[in-house]
C-alpha cells in the first residue's frame, strides 16, 4: 500500500505528456523462456514504425512487468538484458494490451553489449580496438576486495599495488601513468608514483568497467598512450510511467574479515529521474599464508547521486555528485614509502560533480551536440612513521641522535575540465564526431616531519634533546592545463562488412609552478618558526613551460563471415610529462631524485592485429600487439646546481635526473574464448603475453607482467544458479630490469556459485559466494610492491553477498 502510495506520488509530480483519449495501455511481462520465471531489470523500447512519434522506454519490475500507454499504432519493441539474446518483437496497439514476451537464454553475449568510451555508444562487435568490458555481475559475482582484482581476470590486464587497498591496472605492460582513468568520461587526475586512482570508487556503484587495450589519443588527449579505463557508475533512467525501484547490497569476506553494505533509490518518470545511493565498508589486516599483511586494513564510504531532466523535447540535462573517503588506510607498499617506514593514508578521498547539456536531432545532419563540465577533487593526507634512527660523532667525541619521530605529507588535485561535442550523420553509413576539450590540474602539497635530536656526551649522558618541526613543499604548487580539439570519422562500406575508423587531434599544454625550496622553515622546541633556515635552498625556480602534441589513429574492421571479423588498429599518441616528473625532489642526503620542467612529451606508436569469432557456441577474441615509445622519460645520473637563499652560492650535488633520453618497445598477444560444451556448460579461459624492452640500453623494462592465463569451467542450472571453477595462473618472471626480484610462477584455485533470484513478491533476492584461492597457495604478484616480511598475496578468501532489488 505504502510502495501504491508512493507511486502516486510521483506521477503527481511528474512533468509529462496527458494520456488522451486515443491512449491505450500496453501490459506486458517478460519471462525466461525455459524456466518461464519473470525477468526482472529488461530495457524495453518501443519504437513507432508509421509515424514519427517518441519512443517509449520502461523497465521491468521485480515481477518482469512493465506498462506503456502508447498512441494506436504500429511498432517495433526492442527488449535487451545481459544474459539472454536480444528481441525485437512487432505489435500493433488499437486497444488495451497484454502481452507476454519470451526471452532466451544466452551463456555468454555475442558483442552486442554497448559501450561509451568512443564518445559514441557502439557494440564491441562494430569496433576495430580490442577491448574488455566488466559489467555489475561479475563484480557481484567475485569477491571484488578492489576494481583491480576483477578487472585482472581479463587478458591483458594486470593488478599491481601498493597493498590491498591501493592498487592499479597494467594494460598490456602499460603502467598506471601511461594509461588514463575515467570515471563516467572524466578524467581522474592525481599523482602516479601511488596507485591509488582506481581505489576510490565504490566497487558497487559501477555500472560496467570499460578497458580499451590501446592508444587512445585521440579521444582524451595526454597520457592514453597503453589504453583507457573507463569507469561507467550506476544512472538513474526515464520511463514512460512513474516507476520506484532500489537495490541493497551486503556482504562479508573472510581473509580481512571484511563487510560492506549498499543501498540505492531510484525514482523517475518521461521527463525527470533522480538516484541516490550510499556504501560502508571496513576490513581488517588481511590474512597470507604467512600470516597476516601488517598495515592492510581500511574503512571507506561513499555517498553519490544522479539526477536528469528534460526541459524540452530533445533536450537533456543531467548532473551527479560523488564523494568516496577512506580512512585508517594501511600502505604495506609503494615507492613513495621505503624501508621500515609505516604509513598509512589517515584521510584519502575524490570528490566529484559533473554536469551535461545535450541536444538530439538537432539537424538533419546534427544528431547530437553536447557540452559537459566537471570538477573533481582528490585529497591524500598520509601518517608516516619512518621508524629509523641514524648517529654521527660530535666535535667532543659524543653522538647526536637524530630520531625521525613522524611526518605528516598532505596532496590536493583540483581538475576542472569543459568538453564540447557534436555527432554527425552525413549519410546512413558516416558518423563524424568532433569537439573540443580542456582540462586543468592544480597541485599543492605540503609535508612537516617531526624530528628529535638527542647530543650525548663522550660517557654516553644525554646532554641535550632539541624537538624540531620541519616544514616542506615536495613539489612547488603548480598547474598543468591543456586544451585540445579532436576529430573522427567513421565509415561503414562494401554493405557494411568493413568499418574504418580515423582520427586526429591537436593539443597545446601549458604548466606552471611557483618557486620552491627544500625547506619552507624550521620550529625549535615550539618556538616561532623561522622562514630563512640555515643552508635552505632553492629547488625550482618560478617558470611556465609551453608544450604542442599531436595524434592520429586509424582502424579497420572487416567482416570476413557472417559471425567473424578481423580488425586492425594503428595509432599515433603521446603523453605530457606529469607535474610530479616535473617537479619531483626527493634528498636522500648524499643523493637528490629531482624532475626537469624542460622534459618533452613522450610519443608512442601502436599497431594490434585482431580475429574475432561470434558463434553461438563459440566467441573468441585473438589479439597481437606491438607499441613502441619515443622519448621516454626515466632517471640519468647528473647533477642538481642549487643555490642557498642565505648566500647565493651555487654548488652542486650527485643526482638522478629525469630526462628524455630512452626508447622503448612492448610487444605481445592475448587471447580469450567461451565454449558451450552443452546446454548448461561453458568452457573459458584466456591468456596474455607481453615483452617489454628499453631499445636504448638494451634492457628489460621495469613492471612487465609475466606469462599469466586462465581456465574455467561455468554450469548453469535452470531455476536455481550457476557454479563455476577456474584455476589462475602465471609463468616465472625472470626477465626483469635492474633493482627488480624475479617472482616465480604459481596457480591458483577459484569456486564461485551464484543463485537464481528468488521473488519473494515485493522484491527480490539473490545470493552470491564464493572461495578464492582454494588450496591456500602462497605466492607473489609480480607488479606488487608489497615491502617486509610478508610480501606475498592474500590466502583463501570466503565470501557471501546478498543482493535485493525492489
Known sequence: MNKIWLLGVIGALAISHKVNSQDFSLHGVVVDSVSQKALEGVAIQVIPTNTKGKDFFAVTNVNGKFVFNLPADSYMVNLSIIGYAPMQQAITISSNSELTFTLAPRPFPLGEVVVSSFRVNRSIKELPTPLAVVGKYDFQHQSAISLSNVLANEPGIAMGGDGVWATSVNIRGFGENRLVTLVDGFRVETANDLTASLSMIDVNDVERVEVVKGAQSVLYGTGAMGGIVNIITK???????PHLSGNIIAGVASANNSYSGYANINAGADRWYLKVNGTYSDAQNIRTPMG?????????NNISARAGFKPFKNHTLKAQYQQYSASDVGIPGGDAFPGPATATYSDIGRRLFSASYEITDVTNTLSSLKLSYYNQFILRDVLLFPNTVS?????????RRTSPQYFTPTGEHLTNGIQLQSTWNFTENNTLIAGIDAWARNLYTERQKYIKVEVFNPLGVLITTNNMVRGETPTPKSTFATAGVFVQNETRLLDD??????????????????????IDYLIMNDGEPNYSPPNQRVTFEAGKQNLFSWSANAGLLYRVGKDIDLSASFARSFRAPS??????????????????PTL?????????????????????????FANWINNMIVETPGEYIYTTTSTGIADTLPALIN??????????????????????????????????????EEENLPQIPPLSGRFGLRYNVNRIGAIEASILGAAKQDKIADGETATDGYHRIDLRVSSAKFNMGFSNLQLFAGIDNLTNVSYTNHLATNRGSISIEPGRNIYLRASITF
Not at 648517529?391 to 653522538?399: D, H, K, L, V, Y
Not at 558463434?615 to 585473438?622: C, D, E, T, Y
Not at 630512452?662 to 605481445?668: F, I, Q
Open 659 to 696: 630526462a628524455n633520453v630512452s626508447s622503448a618497445m612492448l610487444y605481445g598477444s592475448d587471447i580469450k574464448f567461451q565454449y558451450k560444451a552443452t546446454k548448461g556448460l561453458v568452457i573459458f579461459g584466456s591468456g596474455a603475453y607481453v615483452i617489454g624492452r628499453d631499445t636504448e
Open 292 to 300: 597476516k599483511l601488517p598495515n592492510s586494513q581500511f574503512t571507506t
Open 579 to 596: 607535474l610530479e616528473e616535473s617537479f619531483k625532489f626527493i634528498d636522500l642526503g648524499n643523493l637528490v631524485r629531482i624532475g626537469d
Open 235 to 241: 544512472d538513474g533512467y526515464f520511463s514512460s510511467e
Open 391 to 399: 648517529e654521527a660523532p660530535t666535535p667532543n667525541g659524543g653522538i
Open 600 to 624: 618533452k612529451s613522450e610519443s608512442g606508436y601502436a599497431t594490434d592485429l585482431g580475429l574475432r569469432v561470434w558463434k553461438q557456441n563459440l566467441i573468441m577474441q585473438v589479439d597481437i
Open 497 to 518: 562488412k568493413l568499418t574504418m575508423i580515423v582520427g586526429g587531434r591537436a593539443d597545446g599544454i601549458q604548466t606552471k609552478n611557483e618557486q620552491n625550496f627544500d
